[in-house]
Nanobody
Framework: QVQLVESGGGLVQPGGSLRLSCAAS????????LGWYRQTPGKHDQLVAA???????NYAGSVEGRFTISRDPAKNMVYLQMNNLQPEDTAIYYC???????RGQGTQVTVSS
């Protein structure tokens, strides 16, 4: 089963940007779809963005136009560029293989002034 490790979270002011990275232990070309999810207390995990192994992205409506998911097969990496961050984006973000459900431990993103 693939192992996934996220990085890049942190504290940012509203309107700021962060770039999250997800490192996979195997070739991401063998993973049909990788998604970025976010987890907040008391809520169901939300799929933020996903990308297929053909590079086709899709986004949750709440992040469309602000977040961009991308992949680098040569490095087995998937990224989430997050712009114009808002306090409601505060969460633990993790990546997940949407077929096997393998996931990383996540990285904390806090948006606060």
């Amino acid at each position: 089963q693939v192992q996934l490790v996220e990085s890049g979270g942190g504290l940012v002011q509203p309107g700021g940007s962060l770039r999250l990275s997800c490192a996979a232990s195997t070739s991401i070309d063998n993973i049909l779809a990788l998604g970025w999810y976010r987890q907040t207390p008391g809520k169901h995990d939300q799929l933020v963005a996903a990308v297929s192994n053909e590079g086709v992205p899709n986004y949750a409506g709440s992040v469309e136009g602000r977040f961009t998911i991308s992949r680098d097969p040569a490095k087995n990496m998937v990224y989430l560029q997050m712009n114009n961050l808002q306090p409601e984006d505060t969460a633990i973000y993790y990546c997940r293989d949407q077929m096997s459900d393998a996931r990383g431990q996540g990285t904390q993103v806090t948006v606060s002034s």
